[in-house]
């Protein structure tokens, strides 16, 4: 009997085992992307981001901007001049996404929150701290492509936005596409 037990044992290991390896994988994706910011007259920011996702819906991303145009007319008199940039580092949480069932991907809402900097290219090296959350929606193309949406309301200072006198957050508009180049 024993070793029937000790056989039985090892069979259910040998089955959980990979399963328990396979949900604590991790996905890599990179994701070029547009953001628009409501504002009149604001230039719209390309940029890119690298994801590590694992299964359980939680996944760390970080991500650099750049404005499309240059709006700071400075370089005609002193011949400097950067473009606006930024760079953000999230956390995000998957309502969705994978199933541990065959890998199958679906839609996937997610949130997330994060730390960012930014530069407004006048090169005066105004550099801005902020914090950043927000909400956005995954949708799969196909078996390693994915579109995405979402919408990010940055506050200039570390303060809760219910805060008294807390600066209003500004809102960011984020579209692009997530390619998945491999899971370790």
Known sequence: RRSGALSGALVTAALLVPAVVRSQQSDLSISPFVSFLPSA??????????TLAGDAGFSLRGSAHMSLE???????ING???RPWGADADAVFSLG?????????TWAPYAFVGVGTAN???GAGAYRSNWS????LSVPLGAA???FGESRWRMS???LPTASLAPSPTNEFRFGLSFHVGRS
């Open 145 to 147: 492509i994915d579109a």
């Open 133 to 136: 959350y927000g909400a956005g």
């Open 41 to 50: 007259g604001a230039s719209p920011l390309a940029g890119l981001a690298l």
């Open 157 to 159: 200072q570390f303060v």
């Open 70 to 76: 240059n709006t700071n007319n400075d370089y005609l």
């Open 97 to 105: 996404a994978r199933s541990l069932l065959a890998g199958r991907r």
């Open 80 to 82: 400097t001049s950067l």
């Open 120 to 122: 407004d290219g006048s």
